[in-house]
């Protein structure tokens, strides 16, 4: 992995959300993520840390990327899926289609993976992210059944969904020669037996 070229301070027209990221894997491949900060990811992309804040809050948020961003298409995906499709179905495409990911990304998402599930500072962290995106199943399966999403099916569904997801990356990250959207399309399938309307 490289660092993307170093920027002249005070320049976020020529800084994206890619070229942090890639700087700041360097650096904790490098360094560990305990000990790199902020600060010296923003020395490393050529902006100041001032500058690091209007796209990353905090250092906690690198490794999730455009998160936010993606749960809106994860929304957008769920919300576009036929109406005559049975709902445990539904949420088993959207969940398979939001972990498809272009295997030339940088840096790669088995890193990113990685990197969270192992390191004990992003463990709170990732409670919040996941909340959210249990949230998005929720709110969908609250509408395709007419419930509120803090009821108890819609809120079982997310629990469940995310459970069944997070299994097939722990053995995805287990196994190099693995294949990450057949580990969670077999793992979603065990939601037809909590779901079947």
């Known amino acids: 992995m490289t660092a993307s ?33 902020l600060a010296q990811i923003a020395a490393e992309v050529g902006v100041s840390t001032r500058t690091l804040f209007a796209y990353y809050p905090s250092k906690n948020d690198i490794p999730w990327g455009q998160f936010t961003r993606t749960l809106e298409n ?14 445990f179905e539904a949420v088993h495409r959207g969940v398979v289609e939001f972990n498809r990911f272009d295997p030339a990304s940088d840096p790669p998402h088995r890193d990113r993976m990685r990197l969270i599930f192992d390191t004990p500072a992003l463990q709170a962290h990732s ?37 069944l997801a997070l299994s097939a990356y722990a053995e995805w990250l287990r196994d190099e020669e693995a294949d990450l959207l057949a580990l969670i399309a077999e793992s979603m399938d065990h939601l037809r037996e909590y779901l079947s309307v």
């Not at 027209?13 to 560990?32: K, M, N, S, W």
């Not at 929304?75 to 049975?86: H, K």
């Open 74 to 87: 994860f929304e957008r995906l769920l919300d576009d899926s036929p109406a005559d499709l049975p709902l």
């Open 5 to 37: 070229p170093r920027r002249t301070p005070g320049r976020p027209d020529a800084t994206t959300h890619g070229q942090i990221e890639q700087a700041a894997f360097a650096l904790f491949a490098r360094r560990g993520f305990g000990h790199t900060t």
């Open 127 to 163: 409670v919040l992210r996941y909340a959210e995106w249990r949230a998005v199943i929720a709110r969908y399966v609250a509408r395709r059944l007419g419930l509120a999403p803090t009821d108890f099916v819609p809120e079982i569904i997310g629990q469940v969904s995310l459970a």
